[in-house]
């Protein structure tokens, strides 16, 4: 049944009335529930100290559809769980969770919850993020002095080496200058955060294999570049953010290079050492990748604890970086019995309030990360499982025989309650607070492109629309907005065209900076709730509403059927302005007509 006829809550603040709550602090939260639903009496069940208690709504209000029903919840815990209790009219009851409405008992890993931490800085809902492989992106010029490792590519006639010994290696000469001069061309997208994957020295073109944090890279200008790069962007508007691999550096790392040499070194603890070869512990057994020992005291002060750690440092003037996109985050203090990671989250956290308090910290994690991020450590992740693997699902090209993800199976073509379904399952199971911070992407420098996954430039269209009006933050792949393809994550690092500007997609391009402006204007996309409107094989739509906003999003992945719905569930009031498609809502005998037409999509504000 969908969401309209069924009872709702979330964490957005149509819901809860403190959205950054401290202990001891008593929070409004209300419910909404349908007029068709005989309900005679709403509970909140909240959890104090471990024991669950029950405290009786009242009705807050009532139209013709529906009945609000507040009720007060008592912040005794930094991370306190609730649940409605609806009784029936007539008998029975309903319990209201996070992954909806159930007839029966409950697990409490569902719960919304509310949370006492800090919150994340005020500008990350409203932000559009763009991710650069600096290497790809934009170069200043002709580059000179390669190290040895380093095999020059032609940045227009060259082929990308995407599997074998030469693609991690080849170096076509992107650079912080060339990323700097570029900054109309981001602004005009409408981005306003660039996220670049790591600029410290290495051995490869990648660079998660830093032969030191204490630097930047001097192929692609050193540390100037990119002290130049941060003011521009800023004074742009525009902020800035790192890609920090905490779990591992590079077997030439300046780190391990001393502990090798001197067994008595300080840098001696900060790996795992062992008998079989190559005598220490790696990232999933490659050699070039040693693993992080956080049993070492002087490492958390080398790296995340403190002012003077590497994780303060670039945050600091003169670089002045914005956070950190955390490399394989959910490995990070992990090896055999030893578990630092959450402990390593809140340290980094506590480090970047220390020095810049309105920094962002956003986890890279592929897969189930709902046990792992409650608001204290990660502001959000890289949302793969609850994003862009469903999207996947939803947009694939029919006969796609591409592996899933790295599974040994093929991307399944799923219909569109699927999708919801998954995303609903991983939005229930987190504070809305971080759902709402997640780096929510249709693919990055470690997939295929979604143009590739989709095969056609209209159903990137829809799929931009999704990830731009669902909560959560939109991060673009840079290259998706032109159309840019690849079979794999290597493959997906192509140099940007920019003197090939006849092979780009104009009509995505013109997508993608339509959705960016009207995401980043609208309190209900970067803010409001999300209800399930209606789900379908081709279809798929759905509402974000904010106290002062209302949007209906549309979504056909392929010609269907028109949707028609009841307005009075909808809360239709006969005025709809189309901002996005230009198509028209139809209204007849109480009934609202949406079209289905595809592939498309189409948003209106609802007036």
Not at 184 to 189: F, P, T
Not at 338 to 360: G, H, P, W, Y
Not at 588 to 596: C, D, E, H, I, S
Request: net charge negative.
């Amino acid at each position: 049944m969908p969401t309209l006829e069924q009872p709702h809550h979330d964490g957005s603040g149509l819901y809860v009335e403190n959205q950054a709550p401290q202990l001891g602090d008593r929070v409004d939260v209300l419910a909404r529930v349908p007029a068709s639903i005989g309900v005679s009496h709403v509970y909140v069940r909240a959890v104090r100290d471990g024991e669950p208690h029950f405290v009786q709504a009242s009705v807050d209000r009532t139209t013709e559809a529906e009945t609000w029903w507040r009720a007060k919840v008592a912040v005794d815990n930094p991370v306190t769980s609730y649940r409605f209790l609806l009784r029936l009219v007539g008998g029975g009851y309903r319990w209201l969770n996070g992954t909806g409405p159930h007839p029966h008992e409950v697990c409490d890993d569902g719960d919304f919850r509310l949370t006492t931490f800090p919150p994340p800085p005020a500008w990350a809902t409203r932000s559009v993020v763009y991710q650069i492989f600096p290497d790809r992106f934009a170069t200043s010029g002709p580059k000179h002095d390669l190290p040895p490792w380093a095999v020059p590519a032609d940045w227009d006639e060259g082929t990308v080496a995407y599997h074998g010994n030469l693609a991690p290696v080849q170096v076509f000469g992107g650079d912080l200058a060339g990323i700097e001069s570029r900054l109309d061309y981001i602004a005009d997208l409408g981005a306003n955060v660039v996220y670049l994957t790591p600029f410290f020295p290495s051995h490869s073109n990648h660079r998660y294999d830093a032969t030191t944090f204490e630097a930047v890279d001097p192929i692609l200008g050193g540390d100037a570049a990119l002290s130049s790069l941060s003011a521009a962007a800023h004074n742009r508007g525009i902020r800035l953010l790192g890609d920090l691999t905490t779990n591992h550096t590079g077997s030439g790392h300046e780190w391990f290079l001393a502990a090798q040499a001197d067994r008595s070194s300080p840098e001696r603890s900060f790996y795992y050492w062992e008998e079989d070869p190559p005598g220490y512990a790696s990232w999933l057994g490659h050699p070039r990748l040693p693993k992080l020992n956080y049993s070492s005291p002087a490492l958390w002060d080398r790296f995340v604890r403190g002012s003077g750690s590497v994780t303060a440092r670039w945050l600091l003037p003169p670089y002045h970086l914005d956070g950190w996109r955390v490399d394989v985050a959910n490995m990070t203090g992990r090896y055999r019995a030893q578990d630092f990671n959450a402990e390593i989250a809140r340290t980094m956290r506590s480090t970047m309030l220390e020095v810049k308090t309105d920094a962002l910290l956003v986890a890279e994690h592929g897969h189930d990360f709902t046990p792992e991020v409650r608001g204290d450590g990660w502001h959000g992740v890289m949302n793969y499982a609850g994003f862009t693997k469903p999207a996947w699902t939803w947009l694939t090209r029919p006969g796609n025989r591409s592996l899933f993800f790295g599974q040994p199976v093929e991307i399944p073509r799923n219909p569109g309650d699927l999708v919801s379904r998954t995303m609903s399952q991983f939005l229930a199971r987190v504070p809305w607070r971080v759902a709402t911070h997640h780096f929510n992407l249709l693919c990055s420098h470690d997939t295929a492109r979604i143009r590739t996954v989709s095969g056609d430039g209209a159903v990137v269209a829809v799929g931009a629309a999704l990830l731009f009006t669902f909560p959560g933050l939109p991060m673009v792949y840079s290259g998706d907005e032109i159309g840019l393809e690849g079979v794999t994550g290597e493959d997906s690092r192509r140099p940007f065209p920019w003197k090939k500007q006849g092979t780009w997609d104009m009509a995505t391009l013109d997508v993608y900076r339509r959705l960016a402006r009207l995401r980043k204007s609208s309190p209900a996309l970067c803010e409001g709730g999300l209800r399930w409107v209606y789900e379908a094989d081709d279809s798929l739509a759905y509402l974000r509403e904010s106290r002062d906003q209302r949007m209906l999003v549309l979504l056909n992945r392929a010609p269907t059927s028109d949707v028609v719905l009841d307005a009075g569930p909808l809360g239709w009031s006969g005025q709809a302005v189309n901002v996005f498609g230009g198509a028209t809502i139809g209204a007849r005998n109480g009934k609202v007509t949406l079209p289905g037409d595809g592939p498309m999509a189409q948003i209106w504000e609802l007036t």
